[in-house]
C-alpha cells in the first residue's frame, strides 16, 4: 500500500492490553503485556501497509469541547482514576513510548484536542495527494474514507482494510454521510443518544433520499412514515449535536509535517526491541 500510516495509538493500546490472554510479566516484576501486545501488533502492521511515512498518535489529558457540548460525551467509560495504576493500559504507554522513539517512529499526545481530531487533519491535508492508512477499531473514521484514505482494522490475520467500497456495501451508504447516519442512530460507545424509531436501515434509507442530516430535517415534511417524522421533529436538536460531535473536521495545529514522519524501517523482533528498552 505504502503512503502515510497513522495509527491510533490509544486505541491500538487498549485493545492490546485488554486482548492479551494474561498478565505478561517483565523484568523486575513489570506488567508488559500491553507494550509487549502493541509493540507486535506494529511490527506486523508496517509488513502490511508498507508505509513511506508514518505517525502514532495518542489521546492525552486535556480539556474536551465536545464534553462542553454534551456532559455526556464518554461519560460511560470507566473512571480509571479509582483503579490501581498496574491495572489501567496508561500504566504502560511510558514503555510504549521508549520503544517508539527507540524504533524513530513519532508519537505525540494531543494537548488540545482529541486524536481522532489530529488523524482527520492529517487524512484531510495529505488524503488528496498519497495513500493514508487509518489503523483503528474505530467507526467514527469510516466518515474520513476516500479514494485515497483508508481504514485498516486491525486483527492480526483476520484484519480487514475497510475503502469505500466497503461502506456502501455495509451500510448503503457513501463515506461522507457516515457521520450523519451515526448522528442519526447514536453511537453507544462514545454514550450519544440517537433519534428513537431510527436504526441503521432507516437511516440509510433517509440519507440516499435526502443526502445529509440537514437535508433530512430540512423536509421533514417529506418523510413517509409518521413515526420516524415525528422522531425527527422531536429530537433536531440533539441530531444537530451530535452531529458537532461525531463529525471530524480536523485540526489544523498537527504535530508533525511529512518530513518528520519519514519512515526508516528497523529490523529488530519485537524481543530485541522490548530487551532494548530493558523489559526483557
Known amino acids: 500500500m505504502g503512503g502515510l500510516l497513522i495509527v491510533d495509538g490509544s486505541n491500538l493500546l487498549f485493545q492490546m492490553f485488554y486482548g492479551m490472554p494474561a498478565r505478561i510479566i517483565g523484568k523486575n516484576g513489570k506488567p508488559i503485556q500491553g507494550t509487549l501486545g502493541f509493540i507486535g501488533a506494529l511490527g506486523k502492521i508496517l509488513k502490511m501497509v508498507k508505509p513511506t511515512h508514518i505517525a502514532v498518535l495518542f489521546d ?26 498496574e491495572d489501567t493500559p496508561f500504566c504502560q504507554m511510558p514503555d510504549i513510548f521508549r520503544a517508539l522513539a527507540l524504533l524513530k517512529i513519532p508519537y505525540g499526545e494531543t494537548s488540545c484536542c482529541e486524536a481522532d481530531d489530529w488523524i482527520a487533519g492529517y487524512c484531510k491535508k495529505y488524503g488528496d495527494a498519497m495513500q493514508v492508512t487509518v489503523v483503528s477499531q474505530d467507526s467514527d473514521f469510516f466518515q474520513l474514507i476516500s479514494d485515497r484514505v483508508r481504514i485498516l482494522r486491525y486483527r492480526g ?112 523482533s519485537t524481543t530485541q526491541i522490548l530487551q532494548a528498552i530493558d523489559l526483557r
Open 60 to 85: 492525552g489529558e486535556c480539556h474536551n469541547e465536545r464534553k462542553d457540548l454534551d456532559p455526556n460525551y464518554k461519560a460511560n467509560r470507566p473512571d480509571y482514576s479509582e483503579m490501581p495504576e
Open 157 to 268: 490475520q483476520n484484519s480487514v482494510l475497510c475503502d469505500r467500497k466497503y461502506i456502501q456495501e455495509k451500510f448503503g451508504i457513501e463515506p461522507e454521510q457516515y457521520g450523519d447516519l451515526k448522528s442519526l442512530v447514536g453511537d453507544t460507545a462514545d454514550n450519544i443518544r440517537g433519534a428513537d424509531k431510527i436504526g441503521p436501515k432507516t437511516a440509510a434509507e433517509l440519507l440516499r433520499q435526502f443526502g445529509s442530516l440537514e437535508g433530512i430535517l430540512s423536509h421533514i415534511g417529506d418523510v413517509k412514515k409518521p413515526s420516524v417524522q415525528a422522531s425527527l421533529i422531536k429530537n433536531a436538536e440533539r441530531l444537530r449535536r451530535n452531529q458537532s460531535l461525531i463529525v471530524l473536521s480536523g485540526s489544523d495545529d498537527l504535530p508533525f509535517s511529512l518530513e518528520d514522519m519519514a519512515y526508516r524501517p528497523d529490523s529488530r
